[in-house]
């Protein structure tokens, strides 16, 4: 790679196999390469494994600045693996993509795709070229890189932490995670329900994992004491009862559990210090029945017969809520300086229920207009449409101050305020 021209301090534009490439001065990486890096781990930890710790939070936003206004199109230039190139060459198709390569290598070399090209390319599977090809959208990313540069990580201001000691809570045992998404949604359910104990094994994508703080939504506390394990046994080593999860009869002799009745039997181990755990599969297709041979127990989730496949942070949040509710220490919704626990029925706040004398004056208040604007007529039915309307009023357990605005409303009624005092025209 020889550099062309610089583009400012921070960008130079780098000739790279007949294509002009924007990359990061003094390191010649483009640019896309810093952008991936940064925008898959932490910046931190991308500038590290990249060996550029020493690139300045200044120089940084500018190299940002540059992808993510799309600057290169004025510089005529694109980054290896970059929608913009496949754009810029006119590449609609994979047929057109294998064709301007020399040779695409396919896993181990046993499949090649010869093509018209100079370059030769390798591709672990024909699955994930097909899906690759036309490149990622860099611009997008660093636009996402950029926000957590300037802003921080989204919601890092909420701090939480565990409510409960070590091994007062069941830990939640997450199997080959697909997405880091998903781990972070996991994470806001059991902060959610008062767990905290996550223990990841083999996660697809490695741990740790930005995104997955980010879907957290606030739940960093669990997302920074998460654990990963290599392998299962690994994770379940330190306990002495699991449960685990799945949508599927199994053929294996073991007792199977409602929610209500696993988390029974946990917190009564639990209680007698005994460490336990929850496992949950993969998003694709759950446990495999080797790896449910390992758990003392099955909890199966009452569910619609046709319909039984649940979403990973799902399962965990039914499991989290009956941990919850059993432990009798929810409240509804959440509390804060300026708001206090509720409970079920009528919500009051600061407010009261009217009391009897009030209620009745505000009937009198009204029977007393309606018979001056002659509303009871027939005179004889009288009674029996005051008694209609006392039953009415009485049963909505009005308040003091919607009594009040009750008697505002017929005085205003009957009497007019303003232009509606002054006789019609």
Known sequence: ?????PVTREVEIAAENGERVPVVSGYAMPIA?????CHEKTIDEGLKALGANDLDRGALDHILTYCAELRCEGDAATCPGCKRRT??????TLDEFIARHKEIVVGDGAVRLVGQGTET?????LAALEKTWSGENYWFWARRVLRKLRHGIRRAHIQGEPVAGPGETPAV????PQLADNIGMVARAMANFGLDDLRLVAPRDGWPNEKARIAASGANYVIDDATA????????GDLTYVVATTARQRPLKKPVLTPEEAISELRERISRGERCGILFGRERNGLETGELANADALVMIPVNSRFASLNLAQAVLLLGYAWMRESGKGTLGRVTTYEQPIST???LGADRLATKEELFGFMGHLENELDRLGFFNPIEKRPSVVQNLRTMFTRMALTEQEVRSLRGIVATLSKGKGHSRKPST
């Open 1 to 5: 790679m020889n550099v062309i021209s």
């Open 33 to 37: 390469t810093l952008v991936h890096a």
């Open 87 to 92: 754009e810029v060459h006119g590449i609609d």
């Open 121 to 125: 390319l390798t591709t672990p599977a």
């Open 173 to 176: 045992l997450l199997v080959e």
């Open 229 to 236: 394990y290599p392998t299962l046994e690994a994770s379940l």
């Open 345 to 347: 029925g009528l919500n």
